[in-house]
């Protein structure tokens, strides 16, 4: 039994309402086709130019740096391969060592010192003061500061000639600290730097976590009579606990990853971390390794070691957050 033909008031055939595809005209078709593609592909297209710039700058050279870290390359030369003996030739070398050392104790007095002024800046510029805006904008000079420009001053200032720091102490009535050739005040000089420019950087964020804290848990806190310091260590800080962290994350990738600073401070003995390697870091020895000594291989193997100790520190780190909060309940 065939189905009958829907006809419009004029007698016109109408398009049939099981297969309306079929009926249409072959533009409107081949439109309708265009709109449901766009439609499902032009999300992808829209992400896609950053994938493509991940994988030509990010995951390409990840990949191929650990590529080399396998075998022996040098400048000009073909690779070589290796194996696993770049690292086993870095477990045997105590400039290694040393560097990693360096890294370590650049990354903690620099660190701590830092976030602990940004959480007490921030603390005091959450409450409402004349200036405040001002003084937010002030904090934050140091991190729009450029490396180059800030080093060379803390340079000139730690110079154990005739640097500020020296006459200070010589007014105080200690002997000149030899800032740049002893290992602890040439980190100490370092420290200081990195201290110096991100301090306002973090006490900003500080500050943002810590204006989204209910201002009912401060009412009810000063009603039970806790003064602003108990305030700050029973409210604001657990509060802020996540910001806190991210922190710490960030700036222990900072620290792994720290160059310009040493190698600036440290001048013609920069790339080195001075006389001695008394603040070599291991992005120091890395560059060392692959543009003065053109030893790639290394310096790749370098670069994949640094990796794997920022992912085991932030796996250490989850794993703290996980065993605290299974604690809490």
């Known amino acids: 039994m065939s189905t009958p033909t829907r006809v419009a008031a004029d007698g016109a055939p109408l398009p049939s309402a099981t297969h ?23 999300p992808y297209v829209f992400v896609a130019p950053f994938f493509l710039c991940f994988a030509a700058f990010g995951l390409f050279p990840l990949v191929y740096t650990g590529w080399l870290s396998l075998h022996r390359v040098e400048l000009g030369g073909e690779a070589r391969w290796l194996g696993l003996r770049n690292y086993t030739d870095l477990w045997d070398s105590g400039f290694f060592w040393n560097a990693l050392g360096n890294t370590f104790t650049i990354g903690v007095i620099s660190t701590v010192p830092q976030l602990l002024l940004a959480l007490g800046l921030a603390h005091l510029l959450n409450y409402r003061m004349r200036g405040r805006g001002f003084l937010r904008v002030a904090v934050l000079a140091p991190y729009a500061t450029s490396i180059a420009a800030a080093t060379l001053v803390f340079a000139q200032l730690f110079n154990s000639d005739y640097g500020l720091i020296n006459t200070v102490l010589g ?16 980190q100490i000089a370092i420290s200081a730097i990195v201290t110096w420019r991100w301090t306002g950087y973090n006490a900003l964020i500080y500050l943002a976590a810590m204006q989204a804290v209910p201002q009912e848990l401060y009412e009810a806190a000063a009603i039970d009579g806790a003064s602003r310091f108990r305030q700050f260590l029973s409210v604001t800080v657990p509060s802020i606990r996540p910001t806190i962290l ?5 700036s222990t990738i900072g620290a792994t990853q720290l160059f310009g600073e040493p190698m600036l401070f440290g001048g013609s003995l920069g790339v080195s971390g001075g006389s001695g390697n008394q603040f070599q870091t291991l992005s120091l ?16 193997a370098i670069a994949w070691v640094m990796l794997l100790l920022l992912l085991s520190a932030g796996a250490v780190q989850t794993l703290a957050v996980r065993v605290r909060r299974r604690r809490r309940l």
């Open 20 to 42: 309306p595809s079929r009926s249409l005209p072959p533009e409107r078709s081949r439109r309708r086709r265009l709109h449901r593609w766009d439609a499902k592909a032009a």
């Open 171 to 186: 007014w105080a009535g200690f002997h000149p600290v030899d800032w740049e050739s002893s290992k602890w005040p040439a």
């Open 285 to 300: 020895l890395m560059y060392e390794k692959g543009w003065v000594t053109g030893a790639l291989g290394q310096a790749s």
């Open 246 to 250: 991210f922190t710490i994350v960030v």
